[in-house]
């Protein structure tokens, strides 16, 4: 009896070791092949989004399927090589106009601390003298061009993707080997493009009006890179709970920068606070409504991980992520707990009653 005991905590053990080293060697290729991984994750998402445009495009305009999937490439081509220029564009402005007020802003520090008393005073701009603002936003030009490249990618991935589209039912049912098994498996697969994809376009839709809420909020007290904080804000948005917070901060900072006055920079970060918690606390909620159901420290966890392995674009891709692995461990029995923990309230949504995953079966 005793041996049997240790040999069962030999393999329990054997399996941990085993667990450990496969989630490693899985960390390892994560972070080695980011670039390719997130290139391919966003154009997941293009093709799940362009679907369902390709679909109600052709029933409800009576447009040949071919005809509106050529259109939907052109178009996501198009658009991404648009983003990925304007990104380009006034990531160059903010850092030329940045380091233009560098000095003004640093001469009107002392200001804007003098009511922190003498030491906090002086420990702040030590502080921020040590910090190498010019060269942070240098590397942060370099690597915005990255997306250019990134971009091309992504356009290259989707138009496979397109071509092998009519295949995919197939693979499926001969890799599941069994029809109601591989039925299961596109149901599971419908689910997810359906809460992503509603998540998606209702985020990008108040993102937008977040975003232009901001860029007036800048042309109405003068000052100049409304159009790039506009832009900064939209992009920042789809990150949950500290996206806002960070816009915000950057807007506040910027207006500073930009004036060099403490009374413009109050009125832009109340305005902009105030924007950010109207529309996150009243719109995003109502319009969303029911759509994830997650729960708010997995999205936090969610966020700190992917943001550690693949950097600020894991954070955006956190959400969605977290949807389909919830979605697919609620149908799995063994990994059912893992669902329960991810829901809000301990009720793992499995997308069964998703009304349009009846057309991704069929």
Same mark, same amino acid.
């Given at each position: 009896?005793?041996?049997?005991?240790?040999?069962?905590?030999?393999?329990?053990?054997?399996?941990?070791?085993?667990?450990?080293?496969?989630? @490693?060697?899985?960390?390892?290729?994560?972070?080695?092949?980011?670039?390719?991984?997130?290139?391919?994750?966003?154009?997941?998402?293009?093709?799940?989004?362009?679907?369902?445009?390709?679909?109600?495009?052709?029933?409800?305009? #009576?447009?040949?399927?071919?005809?509106?999937?050529?259109?939907?490439?052109?178009?996501?081509?198009?658009?991404?090589?648009?983003?990925?220029?304007?990104?380009?564009?006034?990531?160059?402005?903010?850092?030329?106009?940045?380091?233009?007020?560098?000095?003004?802003?640093?001469?009107?520090?002392?200001?804007?601390?003098?009511?922190?008393?003498?030491?906090?005073?002086?420990?702040?701009?030590?502080?921020?003298?040590?910090?190498?603002?010019?060269? %942070?936003?240098? @590397?942060?030009?370099?690597?915005?061009?990255?997306?250019?490249?990134?971009?091309?990618?992504?356009?290259?991935?989707?138009?496979?993707?397109?071509?092998?589209?009519? %295949?995919?039912?197939?693979?499926?049912?001969?890799?599941?080997?069994?029809?109601? #098994?591989?039925?299961?498996?596109?149901?599971?697969?419908?689910?997810?493009?359906?809460?992503?994809?509603?998540?998606?376009?209702? #985020?990008?839709?108040?993102?937008?009006?977040?975003?232009?809420? =901001?860029?007036?909020?800048?042309?109405?007290?003068?000052?100049?890179?409304?159009?790039?904080?506009?832009?900064? !804000?939209?992009?920042?948005?789809?990150?949950?709970?500290?996206?806002?917070?960070?816009?915000?901060?950057?807007?506040?900072?910027?207006?500073?920068?930009?004036?060099? $006055?403490?009374?413009? !920079?109050?009125?832009?970060?109340?305005?902009?606070?105030?924007?950010?918690?109207?529309?996150?606390? =009243?719109?995003?909620?109502?319009?969303?409504?029911?759509?994830?159901?997650?729960?708010?420290?997995?999205?936090?966890? @969610?966020?700190?991980?992917?943001?550690?392995?693949?950097?600020?674009?894991?954070?955006?891709?956190?959400?969605?992520?977290?949807?389909?692995?919830?979605?697919?461990?609620?149908?799995?029995?063994?990994?059912?707990?893992?669902?329960?923990?991810? @829901?809000?309230?301990?009720?793992? $949504? $499995?997308?069964?009653?998703?009304?349009?995953?009846?057309?991704?079966?069929?």
């Amino acid at each position: 009896m005793e041996h049997s005991n240790e040999t069962v905590l030999r393999e329990r053990l054997q399996t941990g070791f085993l667990g450990l080293i496969a989630f @490693s060697l899985l960390l390892f290729m994560l972070v080695q092949a980011r670039f390719i991984l997130i290139s391919l994750a966003i154009a997941i998402i293009l093709f799940s989004l362009t679907s369902d445009a390709i679909h109600a495009i052709s029933t409800r305009l #009576k447009v040949a399927k071919w005809l509106a999937t050529t259109l939907a490439l052109i178009g996501i081509a198009l658009g991404l090589l648009w983003i990925s220029t304007t990104i380009l564009a006034q990531v160059n402005e903010i850092v030329f106009l940045a380091i233009t007020y560098a000095e003004q802003a640093q001469a009107a520090l002392p200001a804007l601390t003098e009511r922190l008393g003498p030491e906090a005073q002086e420990r702040i701009i030590t502080a921020l003298s040590n910090f190498n603002i010019t060269g %942070w936003i240098r @590397s942060l030009a370099s690597q915005a061009s990255g997306i250019l490249s990134g971009s091309v990618l992504v356009i290259l991935f989707v138009g496979f993707m397109f071509a092998e589209q009519v %295949w995919f039912p197939i693979k499926i049912e001969r890799l599941a080997e069994d029809r109601e #098994k591989a039925l299961q498996i596109r149901r599971i697969i419908a689910s997810i493009m359906h809460r992503v994809n509603r998540y998606l376009v209702v #985020k990008t839709g108040v993102s937008a009006v977040t975003a232009g809420i =901001v860029w007036l909020i800048f042309r109405t007290m003068g000052l100049e890179l409304a159009t790039a904080v506009a832009i900064l !804000t939209f992009i920042l948005n789809f990150i949950p709970s500290v996206g806002s917070i960070v816009a915000t901060v950057i807007a506040a900072i910027l207006a500073f920068v930009l004036t060099g $006055d403490t009374t413009p !920079t109050m009125i832009v970060a109340f305005l902009c606070t105030a924007t950010q918690f109207v529309i996150g606390n =009243v719109l995003d909620p109502m319009l969303l409504g029911q759509t994830l159901r997650l729960s708010s420290f997995g999205i936090i966890l @969610s966020l700190a991980f992917w943001g550690a392995v693949w950097g600020v674009p894991g954070m955006f891709l956190a959400v969605p992520i977290m949807v389909a692995l919830m979605i697919i461990c609620a149908h799995i029995p063994w990994l059912r707990a893992v669902a329960v923990m991810l @829901s809000r309230e301990g009720l793992p $949504d $499995d997308g069964s009653g998703d009304a349009d995953e009846d057309r991704l079966v069929a």
